[in-house]
């Protein structure tokens, strides 16, 4: 059974940093792709970050360059998502989600997900 657990989030002051944590089994963890996806309160979901975990490439959306670091322990199966510099526009639940081969930001394409973990940033 594919289980990805989400832990890590909290409240934080602007400027502060979170560091969130994916812990995932169920499947061979060097085959697939772990992306970050976040949703605010009324908004759809929407990607943030990916990085496949065989070669160690990332990509980040445009809201996470150059402030938020996606990074990998293999032999914890466990992904992390470093964020840094947190705005009050980065307030959402943040979810893990799991996908074969190809990375993407698109939530669609993504087959299993994590419960989530809340960040909020007062201003």
């Known amino acids: 059974e594919v289980q990805l657990v989400e832990s890590g989030g909290g409240l934080v002051q602007t400027g502060g940093s979170l560091r969130l944590s994916c812990a995932a089994s169920?499947?061979?963890?060097?085959?697939?792709?772990i992306g970050w996806f976040r949703q605010a309160p009324g908004k759809e979901r929407k990607g943030v970050s990916y990085?496949?975990?065989?070669?160690?490439?990332?990509h980040y959306t445009d809201s996470a360059k150059g402030r938020f670091t996606i990074s990998s322990d293999n032999a914890k199966n466990t992904v992390y998502l470093q964020m840094n510099n947190l705005k009050p526009e980065d307030t959402a639940v943040y979810y893990c989600?799991?996908?074969?081969?190809?990375?993407?930001?698109?939530?669609?394409?993504?087959?299993?997900w994590g419960q989530g973990t809340r960040v909020t940033v007062s201003s």
């Open positions: 989600a799991v996908k074969y081969y190809r990375g993407s930001t698109e939530a669609a394409d993504y087959d299993y």
């Open positions: 169920g499947f061979i963890f060097e085959d697939y792709v």
């Open positions: 990085i496949m975990i065989k070669d160690g490439s990332t």
